[in-house]
């Protein structure tokens, strides 16, 4: 019976992760080892009794006397905090799923590459803060990364079978997200309600307002750098409204393989699961003669600035990654606060950044797990003080 883990279990991801199991047979098909969840102890608890975990681990030491008063009698064990989280990853488990939101995942999934384990990876936060390090640990202890962002599942699938040494080219799709047809000069004034209106995908409220500020495709540009081996040159962004096609590999013959389905994340979270086999999956199938038109369009830099800072973080390489999503975290924290505008988001993630830059060593930097965590950590002090003096001048 296979073991699995999931880190962020309550989650847009870790969710639909648990009805892809519950539908595979549960508790009677897999041994369910760790679950873990944010402040959501109720629901955390109640999977874990469905699915008959060893443990669940809320991240808040204040939700442990309230998750072991739900799993009494269970036989689940129940712990707290981020140290119980990163342990959960010592525990042996085949499949482990990487779906914490933010730079809180990289540890866990760290600590399970260390140990050889398969990695499903959604949290590519991951990859953005410490591409190389993660793909080395992996390599050193043969564990494998499989992706789960829809648009790496995507190029993932597109090269089986191929030499990456015949890719030309990798073409990255974004919906625009939920202001992608508003006027530029109106964008400084959208609110959090407006950029959590996505038009496609149904995702976690942070990822949500990174589609719409296209901070989401930037770290997936980096996020393919650093899982591919791909120089940045190679990879393009472009717009395609009907999020059907999730991305595209160009080959050095002119070949394009582009993967499509509909916009369901049970379609690359099931790829992994199942990987190297494919098994069937709930998802809608799409009538292509219903759907009729595909369009594309580049997208506009000076409506998404960060997709340039994302040029900046790979041309700049060492710890500019991790100052870089830990300066996204904090800008988006202060914009969904009301303290910052949507459009000064970007504003502080490059002022911050230029602020760090003696600091952040380049490629030929030994780089270690702490230095990117004390980047995250000085990152977050920087930003916040770049996101504090702008929300004054407002
Ligand atoms: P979410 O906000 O819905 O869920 C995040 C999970 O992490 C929850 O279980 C939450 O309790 C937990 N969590 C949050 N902060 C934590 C902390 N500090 N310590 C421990 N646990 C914490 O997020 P999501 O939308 O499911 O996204 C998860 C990851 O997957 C992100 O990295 C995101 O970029 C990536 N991703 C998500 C989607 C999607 O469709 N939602 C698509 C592609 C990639
Ligand atoms: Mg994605």
Redesign the pocket.
């Given at each position: 019976m296979r073991s699995i883990s999931i880190f962020?279990?309550?989650?847009?991801?870790?969710e639909q992760t648990v009805d892809l199991l519950l539908r595979a047979g549960g508790a009677n098909a897999f041994r369910v080892v760790a679950l873990?969840?944010?402040?959501?102890v109720a629901r955390l608890a109640e999977m874990a009794r469905e699915l008959r975990a060893e443990i669940a681990i809320c991240?808040d030491d204040a939700g442990l006397a309230e998750l072991r008063e739900r799993l009494a009698g269970s036989g689940v064990a129940a712990a707290a905090g981020?140290g119980a989280?990163a342990e959960a990853a010592d525990r042996p488990a085949d499949w482990v799923m990487s779906?914490?939101?933010?730079a809180?995942?990289l540890v866990p999934g760290f600590r399970a590459l260390r140990h050889g384990r398969t990695l499903a990876l959604?949290?590519?936060?991951s990859l953005v803060t410490a591409g190389p390090l993660l793909m080395t640990e992996a390599a050193a202890h043969g564990a494998r990364i499989l992706p789960?962002?829809?648009e790496h599942s995507a190029i993932f699938q597109a090269l089986v079978g191929e030499d990456i040494g015949a890719v030309e080219r990798i073409i990255l799709t974004a919906s625009g997200g939920a202001l992608r047809d508003w006027p530029l000069e109106a964008l400084a004034r959208a609110t959090v309600q407006e950029a959590m209106a996505h038009p496609n995908?149904a995702?976690?409220?942070?990822?949500t307002i990174d589609s719409a500020s296209m901070f989401?495709k930037a770290l997936e540009v980096i996020e393919t750098r650093e899982f591919f081996g791909i120089a940045p040159e190679q990879i393009e962004v472009i717009l395609h409204p009907e999020s059907l096609i999730h991305s595209m590999v160009g080959f050095r013959d002119g070949a394009i393989m582009a993967h499509m389905g509909a916009p369901d994340?049970r379609h690359s979270i099931g790829y992994a699961l199942n990987w190297p086999d494919r098994q069937a999956l709930p998802v809608a199938r799409l009538d292509l003669a219903q759907i009729a038109t595909l369009t594309f369009r580049a997208p506009d830099l000076a409506r998404y600035p960060a997709l340039r800072l994302a040029r900046v973080v790979m041309a700049r390489r060492g710890l500019a990654g991790a100052a870089f999503n830990a300066a996204k975290e904090v800008a988006l924290d202060h914009f969904l606060a009301g303290g910052i505008g949507f459009m000064d988001m970007s504003g502080v993630v490059e002022t911050a950044l230029e602020a760090l830059d003696a600091e952040l060593g380049d490629e030929k930097t030994n780089i270690c797990l702490e230095d990117v965590l004390a980047m995250d950590h000085l990152a977050r002090v920087r930003a916040g003080e770049v996101a504090r003096g702008m929300a004054g001048e407002r």
């Open positions: 962020g279990a309550t989650g847009s991801v870790g873990t969840g944010g402040r959501n991240a981020a989280i779906a914490i939101v933010g809180a995942g959604a949290n590519k936060e789960v962002d829809s995908w995702m976690g409220q942070r990822i989401n994340m």
